[in-house]
């Protein structure tokens, strides 16, 4: 008997909860994990910030807590940052996922639906993505289901609802900009899979983008408004925790590219590299452009970069990239090194933690070595992202099959002509 996703997310929400209650062994280890959690994302930070908040302190003061203001406001006045409440965070971003799958199938109704799809897609999203930061109560689970929910309603057509998503979600994580474009275009479309027969995008609609970035920046504005007046006009907030992404302050290590390049750089260099690295951002807008037939592809394929080169990485970042590719089977066939791509991935999560035991843990060796496993981490990234843009393309030209007829010359001899035919599936 086929169980519903529903009972397969009350199954895993049910396990997070019992593993975050429950003492664990080496759970200290976990919580100070720089690999599932990072100075913005922290819950050690978080819960400091709240007990400053607590004793009138502000607590963007001395410049070392990067957490937005949103979160202490979130926590310190509506609910309490228990580990229900991240449950709670990633059952809605599991429920997301599995309408955005439906949306571009075309099942917007429960009629034609396929249990055990929509399991796996659940079941890779709880315990791919969102396990082990939920455990440690990172706040990066807030930004994922954020993103999820604003590709949801843009899949299901809610313009104000997706907006105000994704809204949100820059509020918590600036570099999450990458995804307006593609969601504009998504509500501007449709969700449906066209990767195999690609066309410009409707001229019609471009007159509408202008109005649907004005609503997005009202939303924004509001946000940072509201977090303006609840500090009483302190702007401390806005360096400390949005301008933490383009000016590195914290170097703790992490699984990301920055962190080692920065701790070596030469003071006077810091400032020039820091801008290239931030501009660089802004120039993956092409893939929209590639994928604009197809533009929840081309979101997937933008979280896969923000995935792979963001400043403060931490293992929910790949992990939203890998979970999202279940929701893409038309592209499964046609990926050209999966198996290159999921060893880099499995020798990353192996790599990854020994090398921040030695390290960080025991003391033992240096920076090279967890370098070296961010180096990995890196290549596995680019490796999914990159086999992911090929897929995207190759789809389009099909499977491509070959003819060989004899043909016989009297003059020239024996010759032989060869027919392609691209089919398309």
Not at 99 to 105: D, L, N, T, Y
Not at 270 to 298: E, G, N, T
Request: proline content about 6%; aromatic content about 12%; overall charge neutral.
């Amino acid at each position: 008997m086929n169980k519903s996703p529903a009972f397969s997310v009350l199954v895993c929400l049910r396990i997070q909860v019992l593993l975050a209650v429950l003492p664990l062994p080496g759970q200290n280890l976990l919580n100070e994990d720089n690999q599932l959690s990072s100075a913005l994302t922290s819950y050690l930070h978080l819960n400091e910030g709240l007990w400053l908040l607590d004793d009138n302190i502000d607590p963007y003061m001395g410049g070392t807590f990067h957490h937005v203001f949103a979160s202490l406001s979130l926590f310190s006045t509506i609910v309490p940052p228990l580990s229900i409440v991240w449950a709670v965070s990633d059952g809605i971003g599991a429920w997301a996922l599995l309408c955005i799958w439906r949306a571009r199938q075309g099942l917007l109704s429960q009629k034609g639906t396929r249990p055990n799809v929509e399991n796996l897609i659940v079941n890779v999203y709880l315990f791919v993505e969102s396990l082990l930061p939920s455990l440690v109560l990172s706040t990066s689970t807030f930004k994922n289901t954020s993103t999820l929910l604003a590709l949801m309603f843009a899949s299901q057509g809610k313009v104000s609802s997706a907006l105000l998503a994704i809204a949100f979600a820059v509020h918590l994580t600036p570099s999450s900009i990458l995804l307006l474009l593609p969601i504009i275009m998504v509500l501007l479309s449709s969700p449906v899979p066209n990767l195999a027969s690609p066309r410009p995008f409707h001229g019609s609609s471009l007159k509408r983008i202008p109005f649907l970035f004005g609503e997005f920046t009202l939303y924004w504005l509001v946000l940072v408004g509201a977090a303006c007046i609840i500090t009483g006009r302190n702007w401390n907030w806005v360096r400390t925790s949005r301008g933490v992404s383009l000016t590195q302050p914290d170097l703790t290590p992490n699984p990301g590219l920055w962190w080692y390049f920065f701790t070596e750089m030469f003071d006077q260099f810091r400032p020039f590299f820091l801008m290239v690295f931030s501009v660089r951002s802004p120039c993956h807008i092409p893939i929209c452009i590639k994928f604009q037939h197809d533009p929840l592809y081309a979101a997937f394929l933008l979280v896969g970069v923000l995935g792979t080169f963001k400043a403060y990485l931490t293992l929910a970042d790949p992990g939203l990239f890998l979970s999202m590719i279940s929701i893409f089977p038309e592209v499964h066939g046609y990926l050209r090194r999966p198996i290159i791509t999921i060893l880099l991935h499995l020798h990353a999560a192996l790599f990854l933690p020994l090398q921040h035991i030695l390290w960080v843990s025991e003391g033992r060796g240096n920076a090279n070595f967890y370098c070296a496993a961010s180096l990995v981490m890196g290549m596995a990234g680019g490796a999914g992202l990159v086999d992911a843009c090929w897929a995207g393309m190759r789809i389009a030209v099909g499977d491509a099959k070959v003819w060989v007829e004899e043909k016989v010359d009297g003059e020239k001899g024996e010759g032989k002509v060869v027919w392609w035919e691209v089919v398309q599936q």
